[in-house]
């Protein structure tokens, strides 16, 4: 029985290996007229960007597939009990992550399972080392609530890190369209130039714009859903003047350079307060490391010298 469950567990991972193998190396055939055709239409056809930016092949998703029945019942407790699915989505847009809703709580869930056996396998060697025998049970649900929570973490830090990234491009980018803008070009254009040859994460937002406009969305339509799927405070704040340029007309070269110094200006307000929040972090590891130990140096020769005069 032994030999046999060893078989099955090396069979089944030889044939993952072997899956994952096979799906990494190129098609040998000739590209299809789909193929041939995207690069061509990026910019009217969200599925063509999605074919050209598919590069590898997931094997992990047919398990994921033909488990689904089974697991779309804990995908629901885990949403009930963790982050809320428009958080989820929003976390996951603010990231620019090519996961789904679906697959983020199948991601959670397949962690989680991975924690709860670790966790269980954990407690059973304490408990052959002479622990209590409910050890296995508390702690396979523990270290699967960590792993999923582990998780939520992970993709929230991606998307401050990218909110980070656009709000240091964000002055930069104002400055050029406030430049376009005054060299009298219309708005449409001078997002447009921005989107073709700006590098980072602001210029890649404006490039979505820039799509969704060539698609036929109003650009004022474009803009607010660029605004309604970020929610941050300075997109918000563009997309909220440059919405009034189109709509009433109003000036925007001058409001575009005054809102990027004022961008620079937060950014330097957020710098100093990182910086104090780091000085009094930096105060832990002296006062509770390097402090005790500079007093024990000084009082142990004299404590020793104490100890051999009596």
Known sequence: MNFLAWSLLLGATLGAGLWCAVSAVPIMRKPRLMHRVAPYVLDVSSGARDLVSRTTVNPLHIFGTAASPATAPIRRVLQGMLVAPDIVKLRLRQADSTVTANRYRSLQLTVALAGAVAGCALGVGLVLQGAQAFLPLLLAPLVGMIAAMVIDRHFARRARSRLRRIDAELPTTLEFLSLSLAAGESLADAIRRIADTGRGE?????????????????????????DRDLQHPPITRLVDQLRTALER???????????????????????LESA????????VPLVFGLLPVTIAFALFPGLYVLQLGF
Do not use: C, F, N, T
């Open 202 to 226: 602001a210029a890649e937002e404006l490039r979505k714009v820039v799509h969704d406009h060539a698609a036929g969305i109003p650009l004022a339509d474009a803009l607010s859903r660029l």
């Open 276 to 283: 104090g929040k780091k000085e009094i972090a930096m105060l």
């Open 249 to 271: 007309g109003a000036p925007l070269a001058e409001v575009l350079q005054a809102q990027a110094v004022d961008v620079r200006e937060e950014a330097k307000r957020a710098l």
